[in-house]
């Protein structure tokens, strides 16, 4: 069994659209969640934390649902730039993480 | 400029032929991870290390080994690479903490034949 799973989409909408991707998660002691935005093979750079309260930055919000142990991202007013794989990740025990294989959104004009 | 570096970026060798792949950060982070990343399976965990002279083995470590003589490097050393080790490799670094917010390098692309 995978440690997180995400559909892997791929996802397309068009401009202005609000999209949400979901992430579930196995070991129900996971200590901290994060979404990672990876660019075409680019490395993996940090969108959002995922805090337990949920948070917002900007146009994207995260949740987490630690009874059923998933976390979400939602996406409003989608741009254009907004293409890329969104990538779920999970740290266990402080120091291993665990990446699910990512959703790819691609935002159509 | 804060940042990871790895070198190579690209690298073909043969089956057999032991070669490293350096990590490099200026962050003064303490934690650094290696990660490979095969399509249909994410990024998955090699070896991290929390400190200087302090590693562990994560997810796939076999057929790699690790060093952390420095707090700034953490090179990941392929013995005797083989076929299935064909990947994209990143590294990654940050401080140990709540946010635990990794930065990555740019990856390299190991092709072994």
């Known amino acids: 069994r995978k440690e997180v799973e995400q559909d892997p989409g791929p996802f397309n909408v068009p401009e202005g659209a609000t999209v949400a991707f979901n992430c579930t998660y196995s070991?129900?002691?996971?200590?901290?969640f994060f979404w990672y935005r990876q660019d075409c093979r680019k490395e993996p750079k940090l969108l959002m934390s995922?805090?337990?309260s949920g948070n917002e930055d900007g146009r994207f919000t995260a949740q987490l649902n630690r009874a059923s142990q998933y976390i979400s991202l939602l996406i409003r007013d989608s741009k254009l730039s907004d293409s890329a794989t969104y990538l779920c990740v999970v740290n266990e025990s402080g120091n291993q993480f665990y990446f699910g294989t990512g959703t790819s959104l691609t935002v159509i004009p | 400029e804060a940042q990871v570096t790895q070198n190579p970026r690209y690298l073909i060798t043969v089956t057999g032929k032991k070669l490293t792949v350096t990590c490099s950060q200026n962050?003064?982070?303490?934690?650094m991870s290696w990660y490979r990343q095969d399509p249909g399976l994410g990024l998955r965990q090699i070896y991290y290390s929390m400190n200087v002279e302090v590693t562990d083995k994560g997810d796939v470590p076999e057929g790699y080994k690790v060093s952390r003589k420095e707090k700034r490097n953490f090179p990941l050393i392929l013995e005797s690479p083989s076929p299935n080790q064909t990947s994209l490799y990143f590294c990654?670094?940050?401080?140990?903490?709540?946010?635990?917010?990794?930065?990555f390098g740019p990856g390299t692309r190991l092709t072994v034949t």
């Open positions: 962050m003064n982070h303490e934690y």
């Open positions: 995922v805090y337990s």
């Open positions: 070991n129900s002691a996971s200590q901290s």
């Open positions: 990654a670094s940050s401080l140990i903490g709540q946010s635990y917010e990794q930065y």
